[in-house]
């Protein structure tokens, strides 16, 4: 099946600082998503992004589908954006499944 | 976007007893949902596909006769985790696609004690 890995793992950082996280997959997929999983383990979409680029306020991502990897960038970090952030794709949308990385642990400190 | 709600949110239970969960699709039909789990600090594992008025397919090394799946209905599925153990305790999580995105459930915080 298809690998996902994110980095970092873990990423401190002080209020208003920007970071940028990593997804790499080993294999073509037409499916990729970047979700927020709030302290109550609620998984929040955050984009869509099989390829190209996307803005949301102070969140966008890019993927480069030929090179197997995206990347999400938060701007001007708030502690309310703390949490793990994930990625997930899925080689057949249409089979619907997807596979996950490890995800990213984001901690803003004021 | 779509939601996707599930119940109840955390329970506890007694070892050797059976626990529904429940997946209800509020504001579109499903004709498929996944089922998740996820061990604390750890990434999402999919453990079976639901799939409307057919069985439930089952993720390799995932015990089907331990976790009952039904999906008798386009808006609910629900999750069955039979004579539950310690070691059973653990998130559980939902998914429905609205194509193309997937959307999730609030998740289920399961302890066995």
């Known amino acids: 099946g298809i690998q996902v890995e994110q980095s970092p793992p873990d990423l401190i950082l002080q209020e208003g600082a920007n970071s940028t996280l990593r997804c790499n997959f080993s294999?073509?997929?037409?499916?990729l998503q970047w979700f927020h999983q709030n302290p109550w383990g609620q998984l929040i979409n955050l984009f869509y992004?099989?390829?190209g680029t996307k803005q949301n306020g102070r969140l966008s991502a890019t993927t480069v589908a030929t090179e197997r990897y995206s990347l999400l960038y938060i701007s001007s970090s708030q502690t309310t954006v703390s949490g793990v952030y994930f990625c997930?794709?899925?080689?057949?949308?249409?089979?619907?499944?997807?596979?996950f990385g490890d995800g990213t642990t984001l901690t803003v400190k004021p | 976007g779509a939601v996707v709600s599930q119940h109840p949110s955390w329970v506890i239970c007694k070892s050797g007893t059976s626990v529904k969960i429940e997946c209800r699709s509020l504001?579109?039909?499903?004709?498929?949902m996944f089922w998740y789990r996820q061990f604390p600090k750890q990434s999402l594992m999919l453990m079976a596909t639901?799939?409307?008025?057919?069985?439930?397919?089952?993720e390799q090394g995932v015990e089907k006769d331990k976790f009952l799946i039904n999906h008798a209905s386009l808006t609910l599925s629900t999750l069955t985790v039979t004579s539950a153990h310690p070691e059973d305790s653990s998130f559980y999580i939902c998914?429905?696609?609205?194509?193309?995105?997937?959307?999730f459930g609030q998740g289920t915080r399961l302890t066995v004690v």
């Open positions: 504001d579109f039909q499903a004709t498929t």
């Open positions: 294999d073509s997929v037409n499916n």
């Open positions: 992004i099989p390829s």
């Open positions: 639901s799939n409307e008025g057919s069985k439930a397919t089952y």
């Open positions: 997930a794709v899925a080689k057949d949308t249409n089979a619907g499944k997807s596979t």
């Open positions: 998914s429905a696609r609205v194509f193309p995105e997937a959307f």
